[in-house]
């Protein structure tokens, strides 16, 4: 079992996520690695508002897991960054410029004092299929070994953490970096 806190840091990034518009309604996932389980957001929960209940715990090393049906479908993808990296929490949302500039750029260099220093570069990757497959899972977990933080072109941001509070940390800086450099686009000559 999750402890308290644990849940509660779930219930309160979900909050803050949803409220910096990082991630419409039902979209967006997190997930935390506790031992040999993860402990992922239901399938369809609302970021902004989850409960305990909407935390399900699935054994890493068991494909079988009947709890799989239920959880989150991006399963695949935080497995991969579990099972290929030492994170301890992931968060997975679709911050709108940052999520714009995968369109168009294949490395996002922030520059911005902040970006600069917390993120250096943000690769993006380019899955064929951008939701939830296992090229995506290998794509998005390589880049996590050296990285905090990458984005699925078209798609959104996976970023990791020793705590969830520093991967949607990553995450929020990211948006914020991504918004300046299109804004910044905008203003020149
Ligand atoms: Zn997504």
């Excluded at 994170?87 to 709108?96: I, K, S």
């Excluded at 369109?103 to 520059?111: D, F, K, L, N, R």
């Excluded at 004092?113 to 570069?121: D, I, Q, R, T, Y």
């Excluded at 995450?171 to 910044?184: C, N, W």
């Amino acid at each position: 079992m999750l402890e308290e806190t644990v849940i509660r840091s779930f219930i309160d990034i979900g909050r803050d996520i949803f409220l910096r518009g990082l991630i419409s309604s039902h979209a967006g996932n997190m997930s935390v690695r506790a031992d040999k389980h993860l402990y992922i957001t239901r399938r369809g929960s609302m970021m902004g508002r989850l409960h305990g209940a909407d935390i399900i715990g699935i054994d890493l090393e068991r494909a079988d897991d009947p709890n799989i049906l239920s959880a989150s479908s991006e399963l695949v993808v935080h497995r991969a960054i579990y099972l290929n990296t030492d994170a301890l929490a992931v968060v997975h949302a679709h911050p709108p410029y940052g999520t714009l500039l995968s369109m168009a750029y294949g490395e996002i260099v922030p520059v911005d004092s902040e970006g600069s220093h917390l993120l250096k570069s943000i690769p993006v990757v380019t899955p064929e299929r951008t939701i939830a497959s296992d090229e995506a899972a290998q794509a998005v977990s390589g880049c996590l070994k050296n990285h905090g933080i990458v984005l699925v072109r078209g798609h959104g941001s996976f970023a990791r953490g020793d705590t969830l509070e520093e991967a949607y940390m990553l995450t929020s800086s990211l948006e914020s970096s991504a918004f300046y450099l299109y804004h910044l686009e905008t203003l020149k000559p």
